[in-house]
């Protein structure tokens, strides 16, 4: 079955079982290393400054495109963990309704405990990245 | 004194985090602070919190008395000639920042230069940028090399007869290099130029005599130092101090107000406005007394090794460039900032820290010299003398097995 074709709460059900697995936190990063590693190449010409989010010790690019109602995301960043946390967020969130989107509180971070871990005073930008998520949603409603 | 011994005074160093020891090595951004210093903080904040100079009741008289003899505490630590050279601030930058309004008051006209060297932390970089903004004067970069070192070779062509004042850290917060400051002042007086010493780090890692470097003015913060956060010192030469107005006005420096006309107190008092840090500025005695007791032998000895640990580990590692290469024995602190080749630096660190080792990393507040090595971020791993070599090998462990897992 497609990550599509399930809810956005099954997919972020299926992600918070992954990292149940691990209990260390270190393996938790392992494991995000390894997604960082798979994330889908962002083309480099689209690494421009009104795609860069600020606030990040790691520069993020994040970008969208609406196709049939549904908006798809594609991030890069130069810091693997931080690509990691990326690949997360499109899994959940890329191919989804701009409703959909916004109708989500974003709490499955937190219940893996990547938000109290990458909090924005840890300079990650994780909070940015969401904001920016939203936004766009907000923008094609 | 060994370095069981002194870790004991230090309740922060037994933490764990993630359930492993910490091994806490952003020394240069905040040391941890030790029993003496809390216990007189804790002390002063509970059975003497009263304002300073003014009341005539008991406490109050305690609590200025307090105050008042850390100012001879740090004036003799730092040699200065007089306790009237000796302000409190609230940190290395605030005193940058009285010295930039203030000398820039009374010294600075349009088409003076200022010299900054390009290692130097924000705070001793953009205070002048708006004090060349607000006099019309002209700001001027002392360049590094390499290897991290001051191009002094420069200085006979920077330094003109325009150039009222130079900039420049002790030792850089970035690169851990001592600078020949003692030099620089001696060149930077014969053309008639003054010099702002930034002790952030160089307080902490080498004895201070500012007759002997001869500077102008020496500033650091007190909780790089064992002290209360919160804390700082600006030592000035009294015969600048005298003719610089003062930065702030309100509170303890005036001398009597009319609305005719205010006049201020006589030094230090006058750059002093508004209620002092009561509680914390006293810490600088207990702080400093700690300090000047680690020149002991054994403890210095040991700190040499760990350092000589450390910096080998990293230069006999090729996929690392350690920023800040020393020339010498004794021209490196225990500050190693550094790149891994394919790894971020925000990775490392994160990973780092899963590992119990705290570490900085980023910018450092030095854009300008990130710049300088073409990098956005920089890994910093800065020891204290009460970091001990089995730390150092967890470290260089640790790093090995956070590459191992990045690259």
Redesign the interface.
Known sequence: MKETEKTLKEVQEEIVDDFSMYEEWLDKYEYLIELGKDLSPYPEEAKTDDRLIRGCQSRVWLDWRMEEGRLFFSADSDAIITKGIISLLIRVYSGRTPEEILGDDFSFLNRIGLKENLSPTRANGLVSMIQTVRKAAESNL | MTVEELRKQFPGLSGTV?GKPLVYLDNAATIQRPACVIDKWTDLSVHHNANLHRAVHKIAAEATEEYESARDAVRAFLNAGSREEIVFTSGATASINLVAFSFGEAFIRPGDEIVVSESEHHSNIVPWQMMCERKGAVLKVLPVDDEGHLRTDLLEDLVTDRTRLLCVAQISNVLGIVNPVKEIVSFCHSKGCAVLVDGAQGVVHTGVDVQDLGCDFYVFSGHKVYAAPGTGVLYGRRELLEQMPPYMGGGEMIDTVKFTGTTYAPLPGKFEAGTQNMAGTPTLKPALELAESLRDRELTEYGNKVRDYVLNALLSDDRIRLYGVPRGTFDKIPLFSFSVKG?????LA??LD??GVAVR??QMCAEPLMDRFGV??MLRASFAPYNTLEEAEYFVKSLNRAIS??V
């Open positions: 993630y790894a971020h630096h925000e990775d994160l990973l899963k590992m990393s980023g956005t971020g897992m990045l």
